[in-house]
């Protein structure tokens, strides 16, 4: 059987010193580190073994050449900041940086229709009697904190599914008895 020889040039050797290598290993160890950080620190370490190729560290983790290649091209990228961190002698700082450096980047997506303060009005809305706001029911529904919540302006428009994924989301329910003790 022939073994393959691999093409391309050889990657760079990832330059790791003695302090950043005793971090990852302390944060591979780590009960609560997740897994995605845990396999980006493995493929670190494995990138400061000369002649280590892409490939080689993505059948040792069981995952694709093109994610070894992105860390270690992230770490290169990152390696003057580290080094810096590091001069300043603050370990902790040195666990931040070397975590952040291995996060996830911020991913894109539409930003919330609704804010924090909106969401908890509906919310302390729908904990008031409907009676206060001289509605004809005894149990608010969705589709009544919705129009309520028009009504008073807390948002230009929402739709009933919307106001119970709130209510379902924060744990509270539409209350059938006023929830303040009456006197």
């Known amino acids: 059987m022939r073994q393959k020889i691999p093409r391309g040039p050889m990657p760079q050797q990832l330059e790791v010193s003695q302090q950043q290598e005793a971090t990852l290993h302390k944060l591979i160890r780590r009960h609560q580190s997740p897994q995605n950080l845990v396999t980006r620190a493995k493929i670190i370490l494995g990138g400061m073994q000369f002649g280590r190729r892409n490939q080689q560290i993505a059948r040792d983790l069981d995952i694709s ?17 580290l080094n810096t961190i590091e001069a300043e002698g603050e370990e902790e700082k040195l666990t ?5 450096l291995l996060a996830d980047e911020p991913r894109s997506g539409t930003p919330p229709t609704f804010t924090a ?8 809305l729908a904990c008031e009697s409907p009676e206060l706001s001289n509605r004809p029911i005894t149990e608010w529904t969705p589709r009544e904190l919705a129009d309520e919540a028009i009504k008073r302006e807390i948002v230009e428009s929402i739709s009933t599914s919307q106001v119970g994924l709130f209510l379902k989301r924060g744990g509270v329910e539409t209350p059938s008895q006023p929830l303040l003790a009456q006197q």
Do not use: D, P, S, Y
């Open 65 to 81: 050449g093109q994610t070894v290649k992105k860390w270690r091209e992230r770490w290169l990228a990152g390696r003057t900041t």
């Open 96 to 100: 931040e940086a070397i975590i952040h």
């Open 117 to 124: 303060e909106q969401v908890c009005q509906i919310i302390a």
